[in-house]
């Protein structure tokens, strides 16, 4: 019972006496017990066993209290007679003294045996304790028994518990890696066939799976004929040292790989000194390819050597530079020509450490160069804009200010050329007429992030001047939008502009006066024609005659009333046009002719005159024709069909009826005046004229539009 009874102790002073007097009153109860069937045992016998016990749980103290009270349980109980202090031989008092003499070196015996335990249960905890600190555990291995025990931490570095898991030669192979177990097996055989000791690494594997890495040193433990009877050796778990390496080691890879394949170059120095401490020249330790395409120095002229044998006479500036970043710590930055290798150079250099730094470097040549010659361009393009009186402007909708360039202020009439100033002040100065315009559209333009382009007046002290602005919305760095444009001076062509729009008013209106005259003359020339054919009474076909002609006139007077009416200068709505002149037929014509319809199927064609008036003196002849003889015997039903298109870039017009159809032998060359008139005006607009017989008469002319 000694070490687990060990193992459980009270640490208090309350704790102690409990345990002492539980003891000593078990041992009484007890003694009550076999004094009831054995009433010649010695009083004493049991209480010594509450004396040991109370020692070895909570020490002397403990053992002296539960002594005390044996010995008042006694004299007072057991020793007669019962119930009474007296003692009535010296027997009686030998018996005490006896007791108490023996009760008093078991408390010292078991007070040594504890304190022992004490020392080796701390010595324990501290090992444990270390061994978990330090990710190590120790393991046995008795060949003889073929039997291996674990520490407790080892237990725990392996990921089991030794409640279920028991250790052996046989079942090693499931805790170490598969690919280590022939390597572990050989070390293991090797040490006890040469008695030697051993120090490997290896890979265990815990249930779930997890691979832990461990270095295992130990020994053959050898009995006095020197035959190995154990193996004695300690695991450390080198897990976080081997990540840690194979981190280092992807870390250096990944460090070379950029090194190598990284477009800037790059060059680690160290910086010579005097003894003074003064730099005095620098030291090239290590160089990536690209240096090479940077510098056009080869990479061995350069990497080893100083910078005064690769860079003869450079410049200074470079070292002192990179002395003060090895002084400082902190890094810095640096744009410089370089006269070797005569380039520009933008330069980031950095502390590694000592007399070490790292350097990271482009060749800007290109850029230096772009950026000189951009700044070639905005100056020429600044002088262009001045001579043009073109200004650039850049608005900001959230502050309200506008960035300013070239002639922007002088456009505005500002004598103040502040580069930036408030929209207002700019605003100030549009015409009252285009104000609300231009503020409406720049809201719209900025709402929409649409283009803005607009024109308007603004007020100078020399007067107005039209302008022009182009502009774009763009976005902000900061998240906002910005307009940005251009604004040009268009006073001299606005007022060329307007001259323009003040000669054609004048023109079409001279225009329109004289197609108005025109048609008034002519309607005068057909109601002369009419009066004249009214008074011949005899002569029906001179009177015949005289009516043609004057339909012919009326048309021509029509088309006049159309091109001073119309919205087009020169040009006439065609469809509009032959929409009336068929109403002017069936007015004329039809007083004596009832049951004839006109159907009218057009698409909105606009012509000029050369080719409209043609046109309509074809559908005219056409038309009064097929009314006056397509239709002699037919009572009702008469249509007469005038429809116009547009095909392929063609104009399509055709007259159609649905009467009796031309004679077996028409033709246009051998009829009357009216159907050579109609040959003619078609030639007359290079147009060609095709006649159908199906279902009365189609006459179709295409005329090409141009």
Known sequence: ?????????????????????????????????IGAFAPGVVPFATFILAVLVATLLSGYLAGLLALAMAILICWYFFLPPP???????????????????????????????????????????????AQEAGAVGDWEWDLAKGQISWSENLYRLMGRSPDSFQPSPDNFASFVHPDD????????????????????EMRGIWPDGTVRHFVSRGGVIKDLSGKATRIAAVQIDITKRRETEIALAESEQRYRMLFNSMSEAYVVHDIIYDEAGTAVDFLAIEANPAFETHTGMARELVVGHLASEFAPGGDPEWLRFFAEV??????????????????????????LGGPRLGIIFNDVTKR?????????????????????????????PTSGQVMSSGSYNAIYGLTDC??????????????ARDAPRFELELQRVLRERDAFGLEYRILTEKGTRWVATRGAVIADPKGGVRLVGAIFDITGRKQAELAREAAHERTEILFREMNHRTKNNLTIVASMLHLQSSANKR????????DAARERISTIAELHTSLYQG???????????????????ETSLLSANRGVDFVVDADEVWLSADVAVPLGLVVNELATNAVKHAFEGKADGAVIKVSIGRIDGHLRLSVADNGRGLPENWSSQNNGFGSRLVDAFVRQVDGQIHVARLDGTRFEIVVPLQ
Not at 181 to 200: K, M
Not at 418 to 431: G, K, M, Q, T
Not at 578 to 585: F, S
């Open 418 to 431: 502040r580069a930036e100033r408030p929209l207002s002040d700019y605003v100030a100065r549009i015409d």
């Open 539 to 546: 002569d029906a076909d001179l009177r015949r005659h005289l």
């Open 368 to 396: 230096k160069q772009a950026e000189a010659d951009r700044e070639a361009a905005e100056a020429r393009l600044a002088a262009a804009m001045h001579v043009a009186e073109v200004g650039a402007y850049d608005y900001n």
């Open 326 to 351: 090895v002084r400082s710590g902190a890094p810095d930055r640096l744009e410089r020509y370089s006269p070797r290798p005569q380039r520009w150079v933008d330069l980031r250099a950095f502390p």
């Open 567 to 585: 919205n087009k200068l020169g040009e006439i709505d065609f469809a509009d046009y032959i929409k009336n002149l068929c109403r002017h037929i």
């Open 83 to 129: 119930f009474s202090f007296e003692l009535n031989s010296l027997n009686e008092v030998a018996s005490l003294v006896l007791f108490a003499v023996v009760a008093g070196v078991i408390i010292l015996l078991a007070e040594k045996l504890r304190t022992g335990f004490d020392r080796e249960s701390a010595r324990e905890r501290r090992l444990a304790r």
């Open 181 to 200: 177990v022939e390597h572990v097996s050989r070390t293991w055989q090797a040490a006890i066939a040469n008695g030697s000791r051993f120090d490997t």
């Open 1 to 33: 019972m000694g070490m687990p009874l060990l193992r459980w102790r009270t640490r208090t002073r309350s704790g102690a006496i409990a345990v002492a007097v539980g003891a000593t009153l078990s041992a009484a109860l007890l003694r009550a017990a």
